[in-house]
């Protein structure tokens, strides 16, 4: 009898680390670009394969295509929030952001990952940097590219599946 329970704990255990590890399918992939450089590849990924913005979970990742520091990216989410009117956030994560974000080398990958309730979660490398737990901050990180106001439309497109508002 404990074999048998050893075995489905087992069984268990495994299922649910390969759901975890493989539970995204993409939604949309895109190249981000300024001017004549390659910035990121940017890849959307959620449960079921579609994306409507607010829900989750969802998981954004960026693989730079050139390196850069973390004070550059942190400037760069503040500018973003700035042309999207969320005026709140600029300088509000500064700090957060500057300790968990490390400088980016060429290939290295960010990922921000929300759970079902909104919080959030960056990796870098598939490794865990740290939770943002603030549903406020998942969702107006993610607007920077999946607004329909973001600075980038023709990238948003791609990233939600070539879907119109």
Same mark, same amino acid.
């Given at each position: 009898? @404990?074999?048998?329970?050893? !075995?489905?704990?087992?069984? *268990? ?6 759901? /975890? ?24 990924? *959620? ?13 954004? *990742?960026?693989?730079?295509?050139? /390196? ?23 300088? !509000? ?12 080398? @060429? ?6 990952? !929300? ?5 959030? *979660? ?34 948003? @497109? ?8």
């Amino acid at each position: 009898m @404990k074999l048998i329970h050893v !075995t489905l704990l087992f069984i *268990t255990l495994t299922l649910s680390a390969y759901v /975890n590890a493989n539970g995204f399918k993409t939604v949309g992939e895109a190249k981000m670009e300024y001017l004549f450089w390659d910035v990121y590849d940017a890849k959307l990924e *959620t449960p079921t394969g579609s994306y409507e913005f607010g829900e989750h979970p969802v998981k954004l *990742t960026l693989t730079y295509l050139r /390196n850069f520091d973390a004070k550059d990216i942190v400037k760069a989410t503040n500018e973003q929030w700035l042309h999207l009117g969320l005026v709140d956030m600029v300088n !509000t994560y500064d700090e957060k952001l500057l300790a968990l974000w490390p400088n980016i080398k @060429k290939n290295d990958s960010l990922s921000f990952e !929300t759970n079902p309730q909104g919080i959030g *979660t960056f990796y870098f490398n598939n490794d865990k940097l740290g939770v943002v737990e603030d549903k406020k901050f998942a969702d107006h990180f993610l607007a920077i590219w999946l607004s329909s106001d973001t600075s980038e439309p023709s990238l948003r @497109k791609q990233l939600i599946g070539g879907k119109h508002d």
